[in-house]
């Protein structure tokens, strides 16, 4: 069933790819646990999120706050019923125009073909900082 899990996860990056986030979303549980690492009054795309219709208003923050520049899945580790992806990220903020890169984690968790949990750890405070506009660096 790993390998399965694996090829569902590259499917759901594939998707995002292309834009197609109804075809993430279709991918996901019900009652998927959604979390990016952090706090969200530091920055809206953080924190945690529970169902399909938090997960759909995360990539719609994704898309109102950054635009997209470089995002790579680099490896995807099979862990049975997890993967674990790692990859790296460029974005514009589109709120202060400063750009903000950062390597990152991705964990799945699958149950049934669907993912139950995403969790995402990526250098946080670099987001924070550029969408306040550089304040405190």
């Given at each position: 069933m790993s390998a399965a899990n694996v090829s569902l996860v590259q499917n759901l990056y594939a998707a995002f790819g292309r834009g197609d986030i109804d075809s993430v979303v279709a991918g996901l549980a019900p009652d998927v646990y959604w979390e990016s690492v952090g706090r969200r009054e530091d920055y809206p795309v953080l924190g945690v999120r529970k169902g399909r219709d938090e997960a759909r208003e995360f990539f719609r923050t994704v898309n109102e706050l950054q635009e997209f520049i470089e995002f790579a899945p680099s490896e995807f580790l099979d862990a049975g019923?997890?993967?674990?992806?790692?990859?790296?990220?460029?974005?514009?903020?589109?709120k202060t125009g400063q750009a903000v890169e950062s390597d990152w984690v991705h964990v799945f968790k699958i149950r049934d073909g669907k993912v139950t949990s995403f969790r995402e750890f990526c250098d946080t405070a670099s987001f924070v900082?550029?969408?306040?506009?550089?304040?405190?660096r």
């Amino acid at each position: 069933m790993s390998a399965a899990n694996v090829s569902l996860v590259q499917n759901l990056y594939a998707a995002f790819g292309r834009g197609d986030i109804d075809s993430v979303v279709a991918g996901l549980a019900p009652d998927v646990y959604w979390e990016s690492v952090g706090r969200r009054e530091d920055y809206p795309v953080l924190g945690v999120r529970k169902g399909r219709d938090e997960a759909r208003e995360f990539f719609r923050t994704v898309n109102e706050l950054q635009e997209f520049i470089e995002f790579a899945p680099s490896e995807f580790l099979d862990a049975g019923d997890a993967v674990v992806v790692l990859g790296h990220e460029k974005w514009k903020i589109r709120k202060t125009g400063q750009a903000v890169e950062s390597d990152w984690v991705h964990v799945f968790k699958i149950r049934d073909g669907k993912v139950t949990s995403f969790r995402e750890f990526c250098d946080t405070a670099s987001f924070v900082l550029a969408y306040r506009g550089g304040e405190g660096r």
